[in-house]
């Protein structure tokens, strides 16, 4: 029994692939495009609210921002899992605290913008400056923190299942309806 956890552990850190799954499906990046839908719409509905003045863009606002927050939450405790059982001597460890630090400044960002949205939720002309600003430097950090997330599935193959039976053509090989296409591209000339 022993010998069945040892291979589980070394096994994954060999492989790095996601440990926290849903019928073998990664639970992080399912998560992400919340977060990233909400605080995308709350940076919009910022300028919405700065060019048009309607105190519902702002209501709408602080509603997609608290959304966020609490996706952003969710997406956290399934990455910190998988960024865990990363072997130390990878690179993709040093790219995921960049993702990882990078996503935590952006939360926090956008939690302090819902703080103070809340504290003027009710205000006829509630200020924009605040909301603008954080959702501003949030947003480009999320940014940032995407790039990170995605160098470490591209570059570090980092929750990729690298032991799927899918027949996966080699470099420099051609894809098996690479030829149909051509063949099509050619006569059309």
């Not at 609490?70 to 460890?93: S, T």
Request: net charge neutral.
């Amino acid at each position: 029994m022993i010998w069945f956890y040892c291979g589980i552990f070394f096994s994954a850190l060999w492989y790095m692939q996601s440990k926290v799954r849903i019928l073998g499906h990664p639970i992080h990046p399912m998560l992400v495009p919340f977060p990233i839908a909400f605080f995308t719409s709350t940076l919009a509905c910022a300028i919405v609210y700065i060019s048009t003045k309607n105190v519902f863009w702002f209501k709408i606002e602080f509603i997609a921002n608290c959304a966020g927050v609490v996706m952003a939450i969710a997406a956290v405790l399934p990455g910190a899992v998988d960024w865990l059982v990363i072997p130390m001597e990878q690179e993709a460890k040093v790219t995921g605290m960049k993702h990882m630090l990078a996503n935590a400044v952006s939360v926090a960002l956008f939690g302090a913008n819902a703080g103070v949205s809340y504290s003027y939720y009710n205000d006829p002309n509630p200020p924009y400056q605040y909301g603008v600003l954080l959702s501003s430097f949030g947003f480009l950090l999320m940014l940032y923190a995407g790039y990170m997330g995605w160098k470490m599935v591209q570059t570090h193959h980092v929750g990729v299942d690298i032991s799927s039976k899918e027949d996966v053509p080699q470099i420099g090989s051609t894809a098996p309806n690479t030829n149909v296409f051509e063949a099509g591209r050619n006569a059309e000339h």
